[in-house]
């Protein structure tokens, strides 16, 4: 099979789970045998040479939008429009009106200091740019589309659905349309309509729409009222896991380390991140936290840890490359995501497969792959504190989880989420 696949990022260069899904889904079709052409919007240096696995990246005027060398700010760092004003405990997170120049200032400082980082901040030259910038790529894909050879079309989320309909007008070849997150996920209430109009428009174009959790399934069918015959689910995975066998209980670490991993917007919800730490505090004098990640509500948040006594015990490092997630996960006893809507949550597998404990959100669909780990109301901060200190409390709690956590990721790989997939491409290839 020959499959043209259009992105929006790609390791070493990502900003979240997409790029990494994409990763595993495009080498894994290589690795099976398929031909994969990804496209993306900007020139990059360091893309993986593999057999099978070629780049195509479209010029300028892609390379001005962003700091990075292919960086959409609008997508790479979801957020909505005065986000950290918009959460449930405003009254506990205040956010003035000098949140958003707060949280630029911080981006534009790590990007001084050569850090792989997009600014997350809302405004309203970025809310203009995307349509641009998504019409230019459309304009590509067309081109594209003209001359190269191929089977099927796949385009990752809305970002890329402009182009992945030009790609199939022109053609006349099968699309298939990946959702990793909807804008009502990302912004509730303040979902951007045209881009909701996008994405619906786009699941209306595809010949398939491939959702990465049942959870999400169940939204793109309900609230955009896509043919659920339509909507195959194909969950994320990590690569595989070793086999070296558990360690025996471990003695707890001398200072014991709870850690948040993520783009710090309303989505994620890390201000009940923030609240749940305080409440831990009070037990675990000498705990301290790591919320490494950037985003629109950065600086309410870093205000709101100084409110309730937590400087000094919390930190803030920013975006981590993955090499540099890695060696976090390695210093954590527990991982938190506490999301308001989490359609999967790739960072789940990636700290059950360094052997962290992790408690994720009800709203999270990782718990379709990942069934016993601990779930707790996103808003119940008092539950989440609970879990936090029995897993640093309880060495076989923590080693409870951690087994089965392992236990269920060697059931999924990558290589068994592209057979599923090369299944869809077969069906509407005939």
Not at 104 to 124: D, F, I, K, N
Not at 144 to 168: R, S
Not at 222 to 248: I, M, R, T, W
Not at 423 to 430: D, F, H, P, R, S
């Amino acid at each position: 099979m020959r499959v043209l696949m259009f992105g929006w990022e790609f390791p070493p260069r990502i900003s979240g789970g997409m790029g990494i899904a994409c990763a595993g889904l495009a080498e894994g079709l290589a690795r099976a045998g398929d031909e994969v052409r990804f496209v993306l919007p900007g020139q990059c240096q360091g893309l993986p040479v593999r057999d099978r696995l070629t780049f195509v990246t479209a010029e300028s005027p892609f390379d001005a939008f962003a700091p990075g060398p292919y960086a959409m700010p609008h997508y790479t760092a979801p957020h909505c429009p005065d986000a950290a004003a918009d959460s449930e405990t405003q009254d506990d997170s205040p956010a003035d009106v000098d949140a958003v120049d707060e949280a630029r200032a911080e981006a534009a400082l790590a990007q001084q200091a050569g850090q792989a980082v997009v600014a997350s901040v809302y405004t309203a030259e970025y809310e203009l740019d995307w349509r641009g910038v998504t019409a230019h790529y459309a304009t590509f894909a067309t081109r594209l589309a003209n001359t190269e050879e191929f089977d099927i079309i796949h385009c990752h989320d809305w970002i890329t659905m402009p182009a992945g309909m030009a790609a199939k007008k022109a053609s006349g070849k099968p699309l298939v349309v990946h959702i990793h997150s909807l804008e009502i996920d990302r912004c509730g209430a303040r979902a951007n309509p045209d881009i909701v109009e996008l994405e619906r428009k786009g699941m209306e174009n595809a010949d398939c729409v491939v959702a990465v959790s049942n959870f999400t399934r169940e939204r793109i069918v309900g609230e955009y009222g896509v043919d659920p015959d339509k909507v195959a689910v194909l969950h994320n995975a990590v690569d595989a896991v070793d086999d070296q066998p558990l360690a025996s209980v471990a003695a707890p670490r001398h200072r014991p380390t709870v850690s948040f991993i993520g783009r710090i917007t309303w989505q994620k919800g890390p201000e009940y991140f923030v609240e749940a730490a305080a409440l831990v505090r009070r037990g675990h004098r000498d705990a301290e936290f790591v919320m490494a990640g950037t985003g629109d509500m950065f600086a309410a948040v870093r205000r709101q840890a100084i409110q309730l006594g937590l400087e000094g015990y919390i930190y803030f490092p920013g975006f981590l490359s993955h090499e540099q997630v890695e060696e976090l996960l390695d210093a954590t006893d527990v991982l938190v995501m506490p999301s308001r809507v989490e359609p999967f949550g790739i960072m789940a597998l990636e700290a059950a497969r360094a052997r962290v404990p992790v408690i994720v959100s009800t709203n999270s669909g990782v718990r379709e792959l990942l069934p016993h780990t601990p779930a707790v109301e996103f808003w119940n901060t008092r539950a989440l504190a609970d879990w936090i200190n029995k897993l640093l409390d309880s060495p076989e709690e923590h080693e409870r989880v951690v087994h089965t956590n392992l236990t269920s990721l060697r059931t999924w790989t990558w290589d068994q989420a592209v057979g599923k997939l090369q299944q869809v491409y077969a069906g509407l290839c005939g």
